[in-house]
């Protein structure tokens, strides 16, 4: 099994920032890709932004965070970062980390998810 800690929500004003954290233990062979998606009220969950993992990484963001989000990982922790700067009340939603893991070597891709923090951003 694989476990996700989230941190880092909060309130904060328009154009304000914020730094998301999220850690993965347990049984982890390897990681595929890990992320954050959020969900605002009556809205769908949308991806916010992912990385992969590897020697050669790569980032994909939504279009409405991209120059103001960023997202870093510090491998030998298995942990995301997500830092959002200049915050807009349209941000406001629950924020879940995600992790793409294989739980041994000859195991599928899996997807494990946080339990959310909440992000507000007041105008």
Not at 28 to 38: A, H, K
Not at 52 to 60: L, V
Not at 61 to 73: D, E, L, P, Q, W
């Amino acid at each position: 099994q694989v476990q996700l800690v989230e941190s880092g929500g909060g309130l904060v004003q328009s154009g304000g920032s914020l730094r998301l954290s999220c850690a993965a233990s347990g049984n982890i062979f390897s990681i595929y890709d890990m992320g954050w998606y959020r969900q605002a009220p009556g809205k769908q969950r949308e991806l916010v932004a992912r990385i992969t993992s590897g020697g050669c990484t790569k980032t994909n963001y939504a279009h409405s965070v991209k120059g103001r989000f960023t997202i870093s990982t510090n491998n030998a922790k298995n942990t995301v970062n997500l830092q959002m700067n200049s915050l807009k009340p349209e941000d406001t939603a629950i924020y879940y980390c995600y992790v793409r893991v294989r739980v041994g070597i000859a195991a599928s891709l899996s997807n494990y998810w946080g339990q959310g923090t909440q992000v507000t951003v007041s105008s």
